[in-house]
């Protein structure tokens, strides 16, 4: 079974504190995936990854960077954390670009005070 | 602006009925769809996906596809408790230079009443 494991299932962090949130795949995908959700605005894409040392932006990326240093390891940063940042963050993988079968971590909820 | 429309419900079905989720995508040269079931507090997990034309069934779960109207949709026959859920619609399309894009619909939350 594909196993794509978030780090924290709990965060609460300060407004302006630097965040990580980390991501494994243990499946040797290619395409990583960050996705943020709130109630009423479903997922959103922050940012993906098709390659190692490969990024692409989102539909929502500012306010977020990513780091793909390894094929299996996809990390999510906020530099300077903010309440609206406040949400469900969903870490993602696929085999192939060209299919839309997603396997998803179990998600790390992220409070910002 | 590639987009997925799906009523956010709830819907409500008494037990054992059948539960019929619908689902609407803007991009023609969409290619392939997806439903995701998302329990409460968990994440989406794929249940089903359909690329051609008409039905294909799996279980107790049936997706129906009519591209030429853009229109997908899900029918649980027998709904179970255990069916409710947020159900999350996902369209793939090839957006070019060998890049695809799928983008999802906000999701139809459904209870099954015992």
């Known amino acids: 079974d594909v196993k794509v494991t978030q780090s924290s299932r709990y965060l609460v962090k300060r407004t302006g504190e630097k965040v990580f949130l980390e991501c494994v795949q243990d499946m040797d995908h290619e395409n990583m995936f960050w996705y943020r959700q709130d109630p009423g605005l479903g997922l959103r894409l922050i940012y993906f990854?098709?390659?190692?040392?490969?990024?692409e932006k989102g539909d929502i990326p500012e306010g977020y960077s990513v780091s793909r240093e390894k094929k299996e390891r996809f990390s999510l940063i906020l530099e300077s954390a903010s309440t609206n940042q406040t949400s469900m963050y969903l870490c993602?993988?696929?085999?192939?670009?060209?299919?839309?079968?997603?396997?998803f971590g179990e998600g790390s909820r992220l409070t910002v005070l | 602006q590639k987009e997925v429309e799906q009523n956010s419900g709830p819907l409500s079905v008494p037990e054992g009925a059948i539960a019929s989720l619908n689902c609407t995508y803007s991009?023609?040269?969409?290619?392939?769809f997806f439903w995701y079931r998302q329990y409460s507090g968990k994440s989406p997990e794929l249940i089903m996906s359909i690329y051609s034309n008409g039905d294909k069934e799996d279980g107790r779960f049936t997706a129906q596809l009519n591209k030429a109207s853009q229109y997908v949709s899900l029918l649980i026959r027998d709904s179970q408790p255990s069916d409710s859920a947020t159900y999350l619609c996902?369209?793939?399309?090839?957006?070019?230079?060998?890049?695809?894009?799928?983008?999802f619909g906000k999701g139809t939350k459904l209870s099954v009443i015992p």
């Open positions: 991009d023609r040269g969409s290619q392939s």
């Open positions: 990854s098709y390659d190692v040392k490969m990024k």
């Open positions: 996902a369209a793939l399309s090839y957006s070019g230079a060998g890049s695809y894009q799928l983008t």
């Open positions: 993602a993988s696929k085999w192939t670009e060209n299919t839309g079968e997603l396997f």
